[in-house]
């Protein structure tokens, strides 16, 4: 494991300059650029807060339910594009994989890096909320870049395995977003938590996406610390998934060339 | 078998140790089904170790070799030998089944020119992306990135997605990149045939100077004339397996040898036409009248013709050529149309006989065409057709065993050997 980090670490000029050309690539020759980082959250924002803010009028914790959606959706936008963008990479790429050797995670890693800027890139919506909603700012916001690190490690946990399953199996392409889609509804991001029957709620904070989304909403809505509980079980689930998957990931690696 | 010539005393940049690869053939990778079935044993799937049906194929076999610093090592084989996947296990591209491979060093493997180019991004930008994919810095990159422009000569372009190059264009930034990756070992596969001709010479004089600089490079190629220039080692791939090894005036030799050998092989009868006149074998004999398929070059040869016919035919004219392989031109003829003679008359089953007393030909593979015309000398009987097919070789003695020539002159060049003197 460390020697495949000091490797990676060698090829951090590579992985720098794939992910510009990620980000580059990604709104080429599109009219709005980097405004679709913007529009999809937005879209789903507005979307739930009619649905679900006005028809069905679901609890928002007391906070006006666009920001509740929204930053709960920035964090699942950023996951869920990960997912979907980061396990297919391996495969896009076979010309290259197929002829040149360098450390391999460095494509799924440079097409998540270029989802971490789309996602601080609708982060500057957020800010513009916050302001207009004049919600305190609170010394509980220095929690913000470790939950970002453990949702990007999150990330690299499910995609680095999956990408080299995909490798071999392209199933895995079609199921990716079946299940995503299945477990947006197993986050807390349409509903609040506290409408999750106490009961279930043991499984339920097994999933690394429900601590992940809690913390935003808890450190920026409402300026308090996360839940050590959820939080404490996103880090610890999520590191466990990128031990095992960055492993996984590199046992698989030579056998890439041979079956793409 | 081990390359060992240049330097002995440095360590070896390259060293494989009994380098196998084997790979699957048909279905590269299963489906889900086969996943459910098999959940366990399936996420491992080349572990598997029930026994299986599938079909495999040793693209190397106990390979062992090592480079050195300071040679120049050509690889020639036949499509499907096994080089291309040689110079994958060598830049990590791909592990071998068993064995042992260690690199030292950074190696450029220009596999593919302009392998991860980005259609949409610039010229520039391909540049800093494909000179870290080989391994550059992005510092490295930038210190070099004028002289890279320069020698793609694609200054106006460079700003310009590199969707928009002439493949020409495309190919010369990819050459431009790789050669200034400044590695310890340069691997090449058959990468040079690549924009229009004035450009390859640059790549040619690139690597002339490249292997002139004492460097080290691996050359894989199916022009065998250049890896004899540019070559101090050559390693002979045939089906997984090295052959032969050492320098170039040993293995080519061998490796004409044998590719003739292959080429005599496929000796076929001439094709059967449906006509008045059939010829039904061809074959070669030697002063004595001996048939035979191979020759001393400057010995006499007898080109013997058995034919039949449906009926009497009067006074055909015969027409044959001796050519290279393959190309029905040929490069010494002997045809009744010019010579005005013709036998009088053949009926049934006969031998007709063609006697060069001395046929000045350098080793190689020939062929034999041949026609037939009609007595009224407008028509043929017989279409311009390949006959057969035989061998000039060396003596193996003798004042005109091999010289210390080129290859390429003896192999490439005029064939037709003709006695002359240099006056200096």
């Not at chain 2, 990756?181 to 640059?202: A, C, I, M």
Request: glycine fraction near 8%.
């Amino acid at each position: 494991m460390k020697q495949h980090i000091a490797e990676l670490y060698r090829h951090r000029d590579l992985l720098l300059l794939w992910t510009l050309r990620e980000i580059g690539v990604r709104y080429k020759q599109s009219l709005l650029g980097a405004g679709w980082a913007l529009l999809q959250p937005l879209a789903l924002m507005v979307t739930f807060t009619v649905v679900f803010g006005m028809f069905i009028q679901l609890p928002s914790d007391g906070v006006p339910y666009p920001l509740f959606a929204y930053t709960a959706l920035l964090a699942w936008t950023f996951f869920s594009a990960s997912v979907t963008l980061a396990i297919p990479t391996l495969v896009n790429n076979l010309n290259l994989v197929t002829k040149i050797y360098f450390p391999r995670e460095i494509l799924p890693i440079a097409t998540i890096l270029a989802s971490l800027a789309d996602f601080f890139v609708a982060s500057i919506l957020l800010l513009a909320a916050v302001l207009w909603y004049h919600l305190p700012w609170s010394i509980n916001l220095l929690w913000l870049p470790l939950i970002v690190v453990v949702q990007v490690l999150l990330a690299l946990g499910v995609v680095l395995p999956l990408a080299a399953l995909n490798v071999f199996y392209r199933d895995v392409r079609f199921v990716v977003p079946l299940v995503v889609q299945l477990w947006m509804y197993a986050t807390p991001i349409i509903y609040p938590l506290s409408l999750v029957p106490a009961s279930i709620r043991p499984f339920y904070s097994l999933n690394p996406m429900v601590g992940i989304v809690d913390s935003y909403r808890r450190v920026i809505l409402h300026g308090s610390p996360p839940s050590f509980e959820y939080f404490g079980l996103s880090v610890a689930v999520s590191l466990i998934l990128v031990l095992v998957g960055y492993a996984y990931f590199k046992s698989m690696e030579q056998y890439f060339a041979d079956l793409i | 078998m081990v390359v060992d010539s240049a330097r002995g005393g440095a360590p070896p940049i390259v060293e494989f140790d009994r380098v196998s690869k084997r790979y699957r053939l048909g279905a590269s990778h299963g489906s889900l089904r086969d996943l459910v079935a098999g959940w366990g044993r399936r996420l491992t799937p080349w572990r598997a170790n029930e026994p299986d049906t599938h079909e495999y194929l040793w693209a190397l076999q106990d390979v062992s070799l090592t480079v050195r610093p300071g040679q120049v090592v050509g690889i020639v084989g036949h499509n499907g030998a096994g080089k291309t996947t040689l110079l994958k296990v060598l830049s990590g591209v791909t592990k071998p089944t068993s064995g042992h491979v260690a690199v030292e060093g950074r190696v450029a493997a220009l596999i593919e020119l302009g392998a991860g180019f980005h259609p949409d991004l610039t010229g520039r930008d391909n540049i800093y992306l494909n000179g870290a994919i080989l391994g550059l810095s992005r510092q490295e990159i930038k210190g070099r990135f004028n002289s890279i422009v320069e020698f793609a000569e694609l200054e106006k372009f460079i700003d310009t997605p590199v969707k928009r190059y002439s493949s020409g264009m495309y190919a010369r930034l990819g050459f431009a990149v790789a050669a200034h990756t400044d590695p310890d070992l340069l691997v090449v596969d058959e990468v040079l045939g690549v924009g229009d001709v004035s450009f390859q010479q640059k790549c040619f004089d690139f690597i002339h100077s490249y292997v002139a600089g004492d460097r080290t490079a691996l050359f894989v190629s199916h022009n065998l004339y250049v890896l004899e220039q540019l070559c101090n080692v050559l390693i002979w791939l045939d089906r997984g397996q090295i052959i032969r090894c050492g320098p170039p005036s040993d293995v080519l030799p061998a490796y004409f040898d044998y590719e003739e050998q292959r080429a005599l092989a496929q000796q076929t009868a001439p094709a059967p036409l449906d006509g008045a006149l059939r010829i039904e074998s061809v074959r070669f004999e030697d002063e004595a009248g001996v048939a035979r398929e191979t020759f001393p070059t400057g010995s006499a040869i007898t080109i013997a013709l058995e034919y039949t016919t449906t009926g009497p035919i009067r006074r055909p004219s015969f027409c044959l050529g001796i050519t290279n392989p393959g190309v029905g031109q040929p490069l010494i003829g002997a045809s009744m149309l010019a010579d005005g003679q013709a036998p009088p008359q053949l009926n049934g089953r006969g031998l007709l006989r063609c006697s060069f007393p001395c046929l000045p030909l350098l080793p190689r593979v020939y062929e034999v065409w041949g026609e037939i015309w009609h007595e009224d000398r407008t028509r043929t009987i017989v279409r311009w057709q390949r006959l057969g097919r035989f061998r000039i070789a060396y003596p193996e003695t003798g004042p005109d065993a091999p010289g210390t020539g080129s290859i390429r002159h003896l192999r490439a060049d005029a064939p037709i050997h003709a006695p002359y003197t240099w006056d200096y």
